[in-house]
């Protein structure tokens, strides 16, 4: 029983970071259908930048992860621009070119951290709690609070706020968003810049957990997506919920299947995507019809 | 939804392009040196192959660092009768079907020998493809798979992981008294060849793992596994795998209220390891090493001084040991007057070297080393142990 519970409140520290990744993933994919490649990757600058800040700069921790997100939205706001001229043409096309933004990204980190990596210090609450036997890091309950002001951010973006109209517009129908003046370049910059503004959130809290290296980036980027998938492409509360499922998944697997545990996950996550092909909670995307 | 889209077609173009280059680079004939640099003039090539990138980037560059060292001293000294030695980096991205790759290419590229892998797996691939193009490597991985191949042209710059084992398990059992001890490993070659050798060791004194639980090399929660470890209240918890995934381990220990000691062997006596762990997390933590730290001679501290001076940067384990095997290559090289093939391997055998890590006295299967020190872990630094 101690084991179940406790590899449980471990499976949601981590599902929260993955539910971070996913959010990510999706709301790129909910306002331009456009499946990101690159995101694992900023991830792992956005991890890399905070590190950074926050060690070399002795910044505290909350600002090295502002500046973490700010920079790195900076540098979605690229790609976006960079890749804008094939949204309309060929999708297939933007998207092999995240693939290749996001291998160039991979080449800065190494130009500009090197190869070796940051090992990133807990900030807040090293010790851990003890209720009655199982014991909870402070560090992943802020993990997960985070979380949730995150997607609670982005369903209020959408749900609430002209911009989040506008993007949802432009997905619905981007002559008519278009014609009522909507700029849609804009709208989806501003879809790049958050995802990849959640995507530095995500690898700025993770850095502490894990190890901040270039290989951090298809970690995430995988996890992350499978998160995605299996709540549903583009559904943000299916962001949270895949991405907590699939923290569980992956504890619960090494608990039970040690050195199989890889196999069993992603046989497990094949399974329920082969009998819910959309998600949990469905599919979201825009209607190119 | 989105329509489906016909590929443009300089996509299809470009792609076919793109296979058919990596078809050419891909497979070179085996053992058709391009122009050999073993006999006459012009600079002695050696290939480095190594992971600069994907988790393993680490060990890949102390390697090369290491390497880079001995041979910028060497040329510096007049190289090879005169002539340099050259060094090619090869990125195998710690992945063994990269440098299978990559060991065709080193087979028809003129290179004498080879330094590299770093870690066994890649080594253990690489080796039939460089025994058949008679190419010497030494490696500075330590699975006893490497000893195994009973490859005349593999050589190891470290011991073996029973030797460190070995040590590992006298040290906590007859001197220090320890006998309730857990195990951790994940299931990579260097890991199997931890967990195998470490408990025989203990099964030799008569005792049984309190745990023996295996993770995946790229494991991230061990929730699971270590509250079952804890569970069973062990004194000393070993942990066989590699210094990332040791040090996350060591952390999450620390978190669930493990107070087990850490045990373990050369990825412990790192910095990267206390730096991942928290150094608060693994302090008095044993460390079974083969290079406790670099003030133990006036050798090693030469070398750290040098080494600091290229890279700004103290050197550790990795550094050292690829240090010595580059050391011991140079010295076959002018021993055997810039041979190739088994002569160099042979030459290579015959190489008497005190280095940083020990005297060298190579075995037919490669292996030169017998001996490892135990260190504890004060302060974030490794200390031997009195």
Known sequence: ?289 | MITARKPGHCGTGAAVLALAVAAVSGCGAPGSAASSSGSGSGPIKIAVVDAQSGQSSSLGQWEYDGVKLAVKQANAAGGIGGRKIMLTLFDDQGDPTVTTDIAHKVASGGYVAVFGAAESADSIAMAPILQRAKIPAITSGQSPALAALHDPYEFLNTPTSVTYDKTLADYLVKTRGLRSIAMITNNGAYGMGEHDAFKADLASSGIKPLADEIVTPNATDFSADLTTIRQKNPRVLFIGAEEVESGLIAKQARALGIKAIFAGGAPMGTPLFTATAGASNVEGSIVSSAYLSNNLNAKTRAFATAYVAAYGQAPELHGAKAYDGAQIVIRALRNSHAATGLKLANAIRAVHYTGLLGTFAFDSDGVGLFRTHIGIIRNGQVVPAS
Request: charge should be negative; charged fraction near 10%.
């Open chain 1, 1 to 289: 029983m101690q084991v179940f519970v406790q590899t449980l409140v471990g499976g949601l520290g981590f599902g929260a970071i993955y539910a971070l990744v996913a959010m990510g993933f999706s709301i790129v994919y909910r306002t331009m259908g456009l499946v990101n490649f690159a995101h694992g990757d900023i991830v792992m600058v956005g991890a890399f930048i905070a590190a950074t800040s926050y060690m070399s700069s002795r910044l505290p921790f909350a600002l090295a992860v502002l500046i973490s997100i700010a920079l790195t939205a900076a540098i979605g706001l690229v790609i976006e621009r960079v890749l804008r001229p094939l949204e309309h043409r060929d999708l297939d096309l933007m998207l092999i070119g995240t693939i290749g933004f996001g291998i160039v990204l991979e080449a800065l980190a190494t130009l500009v951290w090197g190869a070796t990596g940051r090992a990133v210090p807990i900030p807040v609450g090293a010790s851990p709690v003890d209720i009655a036997g199982i014991f909870v890091q402070p560090y992943d309950l802020l993990i997960i609070a985070l979380a949730g002001v995150a997607a609670a951010g982005v369903w209020f973006l959408l749900a609430r706020t002209k911009t989040g109209a506008a993007m949802q517009a432009v997905a619905a129908d981007y002559e008519a968003a278009t014609a009522v003046g909507i700029n849609a370049g804009r709208s989806n910059a501003m879809a790049f810049a958050i995802g990849a503004g959640l995507a530095a959130l995500a690898g700025s809290l993770a850095g502490p957990v894990l190890y901040v290296n270039e290989s951090l980036g298809a970690t995430m980027g995988i996890s992350g997506f499978a998160a995605a998938i299996l709540g549903g492409f583009g559904n943000i509360p299916g962001a949270i919920v895949g991405g907590l499922a699939f923290g569980l998944l992956s504890g619960f697997s090494a608990g039970y299947f040690h050195g199989d545990s890889d196999l069993v996950t992603f046989v497990a996550f094949a399974i329920v995507v082969m009998i819910r092909p959309t998600g949990i909670f469905g599919e979201s995307t825009v209607n190119r019809a």
